[in-house]
């Protein structure tokens, strides 16, 4: 089993910076792929960023690409997200989720068998 808890949410203005963090528990095994997602209200969940932590591979949606990063930290257990030049566009609840390998792009929410809670980032 698999525990994430996000956090690192908060409200920014445009063009401002904000990094989450996702601090993961359980069998490193089901977690070699961590990934971010978000969700907006009246929206569908979309994937924004994943790495593999074995070989540190990652993969970025269109929409995000150049400004966001992310970034493991394997002795804390921990994937960031850093998202620079945050746009009004960005506001979501974001979520940290893990699956046992990485698909080859971002994969779709059903991919991915564990989730955390979420935390809230509000661009305005």
């Known amino acids: 089993h698999v525990q994430l808890v996000e956090s690192g949410g908060a409200s920014v203005q445009a063009g401002g910076s904000l990094r989450l963090s996702c601090a993961a528990s359980?069998?490193?095994?089901?977690?070699?792929?961590m990934a971010w997602f978000r969700q907006a209200p009246g929206k569908e969940r979309e994937g924004v960023a994943r790495?593999?932590?074995?070989?540190?591979?990652?993969y970025y949606a269109d929409s995000v690409k150049g400004r966001f990063t992310i970034s493991q930290d394997n002795a804390k257990n921990t994937v960031y997200l850093q998202m620079n030049s945050l746009k009004p566009e960005d506001t979501a609840m974001y979520y940290c989720?893990?699956?046992?390998?990485?698909?080859?792009?971002?994969?779709?929410?059903?991919?991915?068998?564990?989730w955390g809670l979420g935390t809230q980032v509000t661009v305005s």
């Open positions: 989720a893990a699956h046992n390998y990485c698909p080859r792009a971002l994969g779709m929410p059903t991919w991915y068998q564990y």
């Open positions: 359980g069998y490193t095994y089901n977690r070699n792929c």
């Open positions: 790495i593999a932590t074995g070989s540190g591979n990652t």
